[in-house]
């Protein structure tokens, strides 16, 4: 900027004015209620910002916000958001047995309902072993050790179905993820990320998601980028997406080489970017364009 | 008529090396005050016309992702991030666009506007949008020479 000559920098003024009034706009609704069927249920889609983790927001908004009233009005109702076929299918395999010790996820875990309550809210999280841990590597790890059974794939529609119904039983509890103690160097690693202008693109997290929220790329609204909503049905894949399928996703679309589902680099990514939407309700299953 | 004959020799000469040596290689862009570039990248003016495809192809430049452009009311989806680019040909120079769309940081240091002629200095860079690894042997600059150029010509003729 020191570079600007005098008119230029005039110029530039009236360009944000303009790009202020983009802004608004493009800006969510912010006044929109998230109520599940009829009622039922009010979910926190607006939360307080704090110093420490999202000094950059104003407020933290979950991503239902900025969609379009039909998507939104999908979300609001079971029995219209096409992601509670996936929910209805990890009930199914909730119940099911597999594996050489002939036991399904209920033989230890009970209903669902009560001993799954919360989970989510709190994923992901330190293991025994002090090891940060996403909630499809708990099930793996249930499946692998306990059960006898073969691992399900990252984004498979197995282990998508089950995220999707253990993340309903957290439906409506605020997030709330441990980032102090031994959690804490996970989660400056994922600060780092999210700040790390990755590809050929040179883009961050933030600077999508922090510095143009709101804002219009290209069709897409931007949004902060929250996963309080996941694991999310897009409308565009017609499919569930986990949150590191779309953590690989926003990388890539930078023209960068991106990291891999499950790896170390994700579950970090993971921890921060569930910390700065503390206090936003667990959506349980979302609906996104 | 002799000299007019030798001339045109000479400049035939010069229209061949313009051809062959004259692309001037992202690496040896020469910047003036460390925010503009006063020389065509391939030693010729560029084609607004072309440059229309450009910047608003996803494939191309994809300037529309970012920047709205009145001109082009039948280009869907433009997005807001950063200015309208409505009159910048009057804003700016010739050479200050040029520096601008080679590496926007040198005129705006923490810009989220990519740089369309740069190939060094990048965290991960990929295989287009694969998520897989850049091939150093084939990475290149978002755009070509003669698309930049193009792009140039285009911005100059929005004017106000």
Same mark, same amino acid.
């Given at each position: 900027?020191?570079?600007?000559?005098?008119?230029?920098?005039?110029?530039?003024?009236?360009?944000?004015?303009?790009?202020?009034?983009?802004?608004?706009?493009?800006?969510?609704?912010?006044?929109?209620?998230?109520?599940?069927?009829?009622?039922?249920?009010?979910?926190?889609?607006?939360?307080?910002?704090?110093?420490?983790?999202?000094?950059?927001?104003?407020?933290?908004?979950?991503?239902?916000?900025?969609?379009?009233?039909?998507?939104?009005?999908?979300?609001?109702?079971?029995?219209?958001?096409?992601?509670?076929?996936?929910?209805?299918?990890?009930?199914?395999?909730?119940?099911?047995?597999?594996?050489?010790?002939?036991?399904?996820?209920?033989?230890?875990?009970?209903?669902?309902?009560?001993?799954?309550?919360?989970?989510?809210?709190?994923?992901?999280?330190?293991?025994?072993?002090?090891?940060?841990?996403?909630?499809?590597?708990?099930?793996?790890?249930?499946?692998?050790?306990?059960?006898?059974?073969?691992?399900?794939?990252?984004?498979?529609?197995?282990?998508?179905?089950?995220?999707?119904?253990?993340?309903?039983?957290?439906?409506?509890?605020?997030?709330?993820?441990?980032?102090?103690?031994?959690?804490?160097?996970?989660?400056?690693?994922?600060?780092?990320?999210?700040?790390?202008?990755?590809?050929?693109?040179?883009?961050?997290?933030?600077?999508?998601?922090?510095?143009?929220?709101?804002?219009?790329?290209?069709?897409?609204?931007?949004?902060?980028?929250?996963?309080?909503?996941?694991?999310?049905?897009?409308?565009?894949?017609?499919?569930?997406?986990?949150?590191?399928?779309?953590?690989?996703?926003?990388?890539?679309?930078?023209?960068?080489?991106?990291?891999?589902?499950?790896?170390?680099?994700?579950?970090?990514?993971?921890?921060?970017?569930?910390?700065?939407?503390?206090?936003?309700?667990?959506?349980?299953?979302?609906?996104?364009? | 008529?002799?000299?007019?004959?030798?001339?045109?020799?000479?400049?035939?000469?010069?229209?061949?090396?313009?051809?062959?040596?004259?692309?001037?290689?992202?690496?040896?862009?020469?910047?003036?005050?460390?925010?503009?570039?006063?020389?065509?990248?391939?030693?010729?003016?560029?084609?607004?016309?072309?440059?229309?495809?450009?910047?608003?192809?996803?494939?191309?430049?994809?300037?529309?992702?970012?920047?709205?452009?009145?001109?082009?009311?039948?280009?869907?989806?433009?997005?807001?991030?950063?200015?309208?680019? %409505? &009159?910048?040909?009057? #804003?700016?120079?010739?050479? +200050?666009?040029? /520096?601008? =769309?080679?590496? *926007?940081?040198?005129?705006?240091?923490?810009?989220?506007?990519?740089?369309?002629?740069?190939?060094?200095?990048?965290?991960?860079?990929? %295989? &287009?949008?694969?998520? #897989?690894?850049?091939?150093? +042997?084939?990475? /290149?600059? =978002?755009?070509? *020479?003669?698309?930049?150029?193009?792009?140039?010509?285009?911005?100059?003729?929005?004017?106000?």
């Amino acid at each position: 900027m020191q570079h600007l000559k005098p008119v230029k920098t005039l110029a530039l003024a009236s360009a944000c004015a303009a790009l202020f009034a983009g802004a608004a706009f493009a800006d969510p609704d912010l006044s929109a209620e998230l109520v599940i069927n009829d009622g039922e249920l009010t979910l926190v889609t607006r939360a307080p910002s704090d110093d420490v983790i999202t000094p950059n927001l104003p407020e933290r908004y979950s991503g239902w916000l900025f969609r379009d009233a039909a998507t939104r009005e999908m979300e609001m109702d079971d029995f219209e958001n096409p992601a509670m076929l996936a929910v209805e299918a990890g009930a199914d395999l909730w119940t099911t047995v597999d594996g050489s010790a002939g036991q399904s996820c209920a033989d230890c875990h009970g209903d669902a309902t009560e001993s799954m309550a919360g989970v989510r809210a709190h994923m992901p999280h330190l293991n025994a072993n002090g090891v940060l841990w996403s909630m499809e590597d708990y099930i793996n790890n249930c499946r692998t050790e306990r059960m006898g059974a073969e691992a399900w794939r990252w984004s498979g529609d197995q282990m998508t179905s089950m995220t999707s119904y253990i993340s309903m039983q957290s439906r409506g509890m605020p997030v709330d993820v441990q980032i102090d103690g031994d959690a804490a160097p996970y989660w400056e690693q994922g600060r780092e990320m999210y700040y790390t202008r990755y590809g050929q693109l040179e883009l961050s997290c933030a600077n999508c998601h922090e510095d143009s929220t709101g804002l219009m790329i290209r069709a897409d609204h931007l949004s902060q980028g929250q996963i309080s909503g996941f694991p999310t049905y897009r409308l565009k894949n017609a499919g569930i997406v986990s949150i590191h399928n779309r953590f690989r996703g926003c990388i890539r679309d930078t023209r960068a080489e991106s990291f891999a589902e499950g790896s170390d680099e994700f579950r970090a990514l993971e921890l921060y970017v569930a910390s700065r939407g503390m206090g936003l309700s667990v959506e349980g299953v979302s609906v996104r364009p | 008529m002799k000299l007019k004959a030798v001339t045109g020799l000479v400049f035939a000469g010069l229209a061949y090396a313009g051809i062959a040596g004259a692309e001037v290689a992202p690496g040896d862009v020469v910047w003036t005050d460390n925010v503009a570039i006063a020389e065509s990248l391939t030693g010729a003016p560029g084609n607004a016309a072309d440059g229309v495809a450009v910047v608003s192809s996803r494939a191309q430049g994809n300037c529309v992702a970012c920047h709205e452009i009145s001109a082009l009311p039948n280009v869907q989806f433009q997005g807001n991030i950063g200015p309208s680019l %409505d &009159g910048v040909g009057s #804003r700016w120079s010739e050479a +200050e666009l040029r /520096g601008i =769309l080679v590496d *926007a940081k040198h005129m705006f240091p923490d810009t989220r506007m990519p740089a369309f002629y740069r190939t060094t200095g990048f965290i991960r860079p990929g %295989d &287009g949008f694969t998520a #897989r690894a850049a091939n150093p +042997e084939t990475f /290149g600059p =978002l755009l070509t *020479a003669q698309q930049l150029e193009d792009t140039l010509a285009y911005l100059m003729t929005l004017t106000d």
